[in-house]
Structures are given as C-alpha cells and as structure tokens.
C-alpha cells in the first residue's frame, strides 16, 4: 500500500512540475473523445427547442469537467496566485508567481482545444442551429449525418444546403477562433518576455549605479 502511495505521489510531483506539457496529451485525448461521442453516443433530437440546448451543454458541459479535473490536479491557488505565505521566503514567492500563469494556462488548454474540436467538426453547431423537425439519419451528399426533414413543407434539398452552410461557417469560426487565440499568445508572450528583459536590464543598470555612487562616497570620505 505504501508502494502505491509513494507511486501515487511521484506522479503528481511530476505532472505539478511539468503542468503545462501535462494538459497536451490530455488535449490530444479529447479527439478521441469526441469521435466517440459523434459515433455512439451523438443523436441530434431534431426538435428545435432541444437542438440549441444540447448543443451548448456538449460544448459547456466536457469543457468545465475538463477545467475542474485540471483545477483539482494542479491547484493553481497553491502556487501563490492569490498570496503566498507569511514564512515563505522571496525566491520562493517568485518562484510561486511563475509558476501560477503556468498553472492556470494548463488548466485552460484542454476546455479550449474541446471547443476547438467541436467547432471543427461542424456536426454540432449545425444541429444546435437546425430549426426543423425531422430524423437524424446518415446523408450521401452530405457524407455525414443530419435532420432529414419528415415534414413535407420545406424542400429537403433546400435544408441540406441550410445544413451544409451552417457546417462550414462552424468550421470556419473554428478556423478564425484558432488563427486569433495563436497571435494573442503569440503578442502576449513576446510583451512579456521584452518586459521581463527590459526589467531585469533596468534592475542591473540601477545596481551599478548605486554602485558607483557608494563608491564615489567613500573615495570622497577618505
């Protein structure tokens, strides 16, 4: 049992350590995640009160289990996000204050890549967005499935068209989400890296003039 506990804990020193390359092969994980849900589990109701509201708990609801098994496994809050210790000493608070960004940036990834996954593949959005009643049945044109409408008043070539838009702009939004997301931590890392390095430049001209004047007061005194 000690054997256990002790394997237990080198795992979670390890993945605390590493938390931010720990939440990618999760996030590779939930692609097959998602084809599992589309193959055996996703059934579009095709009823329009009920299409939207499933659609938005399929992508809120795994993004929020995600963030919270995350949360739980890294505890960002005990890496001084809120305040560190009153013994703790200074190395040590900074070094909680680095590690806080990076614990809460793992804890963001894999709730965002599922968002990214779903909105890919189109299939979701497209049933949130559907506005007709009908028969969740595999399509040929579309070469997936879709709400086939059992109602003789709207033209089903016309709603196949309807569904194929509303797949495409998904993707398409996806695209647009992933291309903005990239240059964001892109701009915001380089900021902050040149602030750092400005800071720490700074840091040492003051220490060197300080220095020196220390210096020049002494030679005076003597």
């Known amino acids: 049992m000690s054997k256990e506990k002790d394997l237990l804990k080198k795992v979670h020193k390890f993945l605390t350590e590493s938390n931010v390359f720990s939440s990618f092969p999760l996030s590779l994980l939930l692609l097959g995640l998602e084809q599992i849900i589309e193959i055996e589990f996703f059934l579009c109701p095709c009823i329009y009160e009920l299409n939207a509201l499933l659609t938005v708990f399929i992508f809120i609801g795994p993004a929020l289990f995600i963030f919270a098994l995350m949360y ?7 890496r001084g996000c809120c305040c560190a210790e009153s013994n703790d000493n200074t190395e040590k608070k900074k070094k909680k204050k680095k590690n806080c960004p990076k614990a809460f940036a793992s804890c963001l990834i894999p709730p965002v890549m599922w968002i990214f996954i779903l909105l890919l593949d189109g299939d979701y959005v497209a049933c949130g967005m559907t506005d007709w009643k009908g028969v969740y049945v595999f399509d040929n044109p579309l070469n997936r499935s879709w709400c086939k409408p059992t109602e003789g008043i709207r033209n ?5 068209d309807l569904t194929r838009k509303y797949i495409h702009q998904s993707q398409l939004s996806g695209y647009v989400m992933i291309s903005i997301v990239s240059v964001l931590l892109v701009v915001s890392v380089g900021i902050y890296d040149g602030y750092k390095k400005l800071k720490g430049t700074a840091g040492t001209q003051n220490g060197g003039q300080s220095r020196r004047q ?5 030679e005076e005194q003597l």
Do not use: A, H
Request: proline share 6%; aromatic share 6%.
């Open 72 to 78: 739980l496994l890294l505890r960002p809050f005990k």
């Open 156 to 160: 089903e070539t016309e709603l196949r």
């Open 214 to 218: 220390d210096q020049e007061q002494s």
